[in-house]
């Protein structure tokens, strides 16, 4: 039997304990964002790519399954736990760090990050992300990125409920 060692993306997930000690590794400008990001799609990595074209770094935070549970999207949401989530974000190469939080806004994690971008997807007006006005505050700048492909974890949900005669 062959002995294999984790992927090296696998470093780059970090615990929020963990993180004050990770981030002076990485260059700046640092971006941030933040999401479910339940079931990976086109839609996610273009606006992931797109993010992270806005600095020389990305950190990415994830709902952990408590908070996504609280943001209403479905009983049965989300479908692939945190540490799954946390593994196919690190795969991607947008990517520089993965963490997590449980609140239900990343509020005290951008706080601790002190990003020079913050980045949230089109559906987020500027005036309305969390941590806009004190990224603005010491010099940073606030992106809302337009989506380029109609698609959504909840469409792509809806399509696999139909095709299999369910509705929940």
Request: aromatic share 6%.
């Amino acid at each position: 039997m062959t002995d294999y060692a984790l992927p090296d993306f696998e470093r780059k997930i970090c615990a929020p304990e963990d993180l004050a000690s990770r981030l002076g590794q990485l260059a700046r400008p640092l971006v941030f964002t933040n999401g479910c990001f339940d079931i990976l799609h086109r839609g996610h990595v273009t606006y992931l790519a797109q993010a992270r074209a806005q600095g020389a770094a990305m950190v990415v935070a994830l709902n952990t399954d408590a908070s996504v549970r609280r943001q209403n999207k479905g009983a049965d949401r989300p479908i692939n736990p945190l540490e799954m989530r946390a593994a196919v974000m690190a795969a991607l190469q947008s990517v520089d760090l993965v963490t997590w939080f449980d609140a239900d806004t990343p509020y005290d994690l951008i706080m601790q990050v002190r990003p020079d971008v913050l980045v949230k997807g089109g559906d987020w007006t500027p005036d309305r992300i969390v941590g806009a006005a004190e990224v603005l505050g010491w010099g940073g700048t606030v992106h809302s990125i337009p989506f380029l492909h109609a698609t959504s974890t909840t469409q792509t949900l809806q399509r696999i409920r139909l095709a299999n005669g369910t509705t929940s």
